[in-house]
């Protein structure tokens, strides 16, 4: 069965940290770029970063370059978002996907809720 499915939310003060995990099934998960989009309230859904299969290219969205970390473990076919200082401005549901064009259905994201 192919699906992703994301954990690792809740609530965090700000300055906080949180790793957030998407576990992936289905597919020949090493051979796929994947990638972290959060939504917020109200706002469309936003790419995140973007991490290659072998995991050696990385790209971030200015918003969370420097405070956010892509990484991934082929073996265990799942995708990490290491996120550091964190503001409110982060309160979102996060989800992982492959590029577009080969997205699968959306998993049902883990909330990330930023507050004191």
């Known amino acids: 069965q192919v699906q992703l499915v994301e954990s690792g939310g809740g609530l965090v003060q700000p300055g906080g940290s949180l790793r957030l995990s998407c576990a992936a099934s289905?597919?020949?998960?090493?051979?796929?770029?994947m990638n972290w989009y959060r939504q917020a309230p109200g706002k469309e859904r936003e790419f995140v970063a973007s991490?290659?299969?072998?995991?050696?290219?990385?790209s971030y969205a200015d918003s969370v370059k420097g405070r956010f970390t892509i990484s991934r473990d082929n073996a265990k076919n799942t995708v990490y978002l290491q996120m550091n200082s964190l503001s409110p401005d982060d309160t979102a549901v996060y989800y992982c996907?492959?590029?577009?064009?080969?997205?699968?259905?959306w998993g049902q994201g883990t909330q990330v809720t930023v507050s004191s």
């Open positions: 996907n492959r590029n577009p064009g080969v997205q699968l259905s």
């Open positions: 289905g597919f020949t998960f090493s051979t796929y770029i």
């Open positions: 991490i290659s299969g072998s995991g050696n290219g990385r």
